[in-house]
């Protein structure tokens, strides 16, 4: 009876050993993924260096933050649709971007698209310098 309740000690303790490391793998990769996508938000690089690519986008009325983000990703200018509503989400500019017509570049930073397409382009341009 012992060697019965011993080895069934053994057992829970190894049970409970993998328990606690595949929860410290999964925080571990839950808490990698957050600070890889918040150090992005404020960080991400342009899709092309410059002169990059000049690509007409078409913004309608209507459309939501992810609609344009999802565009802008259809289409080169972005790496990430969610990455660009939060970037939009946390930009001065927030809720400020117009129905039009842009010529924007794949050189270009998702938080300087995110300028024209609002029309403070000329404004994040004095920024800059």
Not at 3 to 11: D, F, G, L, N
Not at 46 to 68: A, C, F, H, K, Q
Not at 92 to 109: A, D, H
Request: charged residues 20%; proline residues 2%.
């Amino acid at each position: 009876m012992r060697t019965k309740t011993a080895a069934m000690s053994i057992v829970s303790v190894v049970i409970r050993i993998l328990i606690a490391f595949v929860v410290i793998i999964v925080i571990y990769g839950g808490a990698t993924s957050c600070y890889d996508f918040g150090y992005r938000i404020f960080t991400e690089m342009p899709m092309s260096l410059e002169p990059g690519t000049d690509i007409t986008v078409i913004i309608n009325e209507g459309s939501s933050t992810r609609d344009i983000g999802e565009l802008l990703e259809g289409n080169g200018l972005i790496n990430d649709a969610t990455l660009f509503v939060v970037q939009e989400k946390l930009s001065e500019y927030s809720g400020e971007i117009k129905p039009g017509v842009y010529v924007l570049n794949t050189s270009m930073t998702a938080e300087r698209m995110i300028a024209v397409m609002s029309g403070n382009a000329a404004a994040e341009k004095e920024n800059e310098e």
